[in-house]
């Protein structure tokens, strides 16, 4: 079992581009979320998406958009990219069984934006 | 929004010592409260979790305790051991309805607390 995995793993961006983060979930879960952290901080909620639709979304601008696909892997674009993008993008997912409550962590994605 | 406070930012302890962060939560309809250990350059990494049902969990030297009524819960280490050096994330999650993982919402996680434990 692989686990949650991530692409690319580093990315390096100048302000105004658009990019594209990827993510496949552990195997047997079908719930993705995305999360972003900050240097020194905690993840924030970007937004989860199940049967791929966005079920919740968190407190981030509409640059920020994602999609899910029938095998349950998830891609997060953001737009329009702004210094303070700068982060480490964080994909997690989750079983939608009885018991599917915890949310394990793929390795993340570092993004740069100079 | 639920907004999870987390105390302290830094604890330094020597090893053999017990080490103790604590959590407090905004919105009582939260009832997963999970907590996450991250290495520096890693991802978060899943190492006890607690349902609202439930009061108190044990795995081996790690506990997690949950006072519902006062909104707050603790992650309790004893016997630490250098390798128990990391930052230390609690989160909270409210149940959303329907059945199973899905029903459960966001992760709203802490501040973070930054573990040393000295040989």
């Known amino acids: 079992d692989a686990g949650v995995t991530q692409s690319p793993t580093h990315l390096i961006k100048t302000r105004g581009q658009q990019v594209t983060l990827r993510c496949s979930p552990k195997s047997g879960h079908d719930t993705v979320s995305w999360y972003q952290q900050a240097l020194g901080q905690g993840p924030q909620f970007i937004f989860q998406?199940?049967?791929?639709?966005?079920?919740q979304r968190g407190n981030f601008p509409d640059r920020f958009s994602g999609h899910q696909f029938p095998n349950y892997s998830s891609e997060l674009n953001v737009n329009a990219l702004l210094l303070g993008d700068s982060a480490l993008y964080l994909c997690?997912?989750?079983?939608?069984?009885?018991?599917?409550?915890?949310?394990?962590f793929g390795p993340g994605t570092r993004l740069t934006v100079t | 929004g639920e907004n999870v406070e987390q105390h302290p930012s830094t604890l330094s302890v020597q090893e053999g010592d017990s080490a103790v962060i604590k959590c407090t939560y905004s919105?009582?309809?939260?009832?997963?409260f999970p907590w996450y250990k991250q290495e520096l350059g890693k991802r978060p990494q899943l190492i006890i979790d607690i349902r609202s049902n439930v009061g108190e969990k044990k795995d081996q030297r790690i506990a997690v305790t949950l006072n519902k009524t006062a909104k707050h819960f603790s992650l309790h280490i004893t016997e630490t051991q250098p390798e128990d050096s990391a930052v230390y994330f609690c989160a909270a999650s409210i149940f959303l309805g329907g059945a199973g993982g899905t029903s459960y919402g966001k992760l709203t996680f802490g501040q973070g607390t930054i573990l040393t434990v000295h040989p």
């Open positions: 998406y199940y049967e791929e639709e966005e079920r």
């Open positions: 919105d009582s309809a939260s009832n997963y």
């Open positions: 997690a997912s989750r079983g939608s069984g009885t018991g599917g409550y915890e949310q394990y």
